[in-house]
């Protein structure tokens, strides 16, 4: 009876010692996000005082309206729309094709071109050949400076290869010795048997594209090609510089400066929660893809 009672003991307290740990890195994820959306939801001249944790103290919406205001907010919207579907859709379908490339065994210099695909991952040209180099290829101030340069991701196309070695070669095979055309093997079989790890490739790529506001800033111009992300950097940093200037004045600068204060701090967190909001609605859709596929090779048979 004795032995017995012991483990019984023991995986209790595992367990009760595993739902702590869960229960304390959910809290370490909720409450930052809580953080964010009660100084968004408070007026930033209340914010500024301090003292504000997860519930806003002054609830008001003046944040998100001032966000809205901005010029071109629905145009960036828009492109941040296209470059994040075509941008996604063809760089996934691409490297897919890149990847299952390399699982071939018989490929001719399959090993070299994998290294010169891994050697870009630790090493990079610079900012100023990178712009140089799509000066030179007419990309820069173009819609399509977002959408090119990111077709290829080094490290999506390590995980889709390392998903696509899973998929039983005697299936191939055997659809090769029917008379498939390659092509139709890759899109008929390969992809549909990788799900999990497409979906965890398609949710990297989209992210990096919606989030990307460094492209709009550096390589382009005209301000009806920007996306959202890069309008409301620039928003971010003339509020900031704003209220930097007027924080060195004082007397009839005073009520200025406490206008810009309601959108203080209070600004930026609206702003994240504009650009996050489109991701955070999507990603439960595609978690339990994401999970399966984030795992794929780290288990072998």
Known sequence: MKSTTKPMQSSKWSQIIFYIVLILMSLAIILPFLHILALAF??????????????PRKPTTENFHEVFKQKNLVNGFFISVFRTVIGTVAGVFLMSMAAWALTIPDLPGRSKI?????????FSGGTIPYYLVLSQ?????????????????VTNILLLRSAFQQVPMSLVEAARIDGMKEFRIFTDM?????????????????????NDWFAGSFYVRNQKLKPLATLLQDMLTRQQGLADVLAKNSGAAYQQLDKVQITGDSLQMATIIVVILPIVIMYPFIQKYFVQGITIGSVKE
């Open 137 to 153: 290829l007419n990309l820069t101030n173009t819609i399509w400076v977002y959408v090119i340069p990111s077709l290829y991701s």
């Open 42 to 55: 408070n007026s930033g001249k209340d914010a500024a005082t301090g003292g504000i944790t997860f519930f």
């Open 190 to 210: 390969v992809l549909p048997m990788s799900k999990p790890t497409l979906a965890t490739v398609t949710l990297f790529t989209a992210v990096g594209h919606w």
């Open 114 to 122: 994998t290294f010169f695909i891994f050697f870009t991952m630790l």
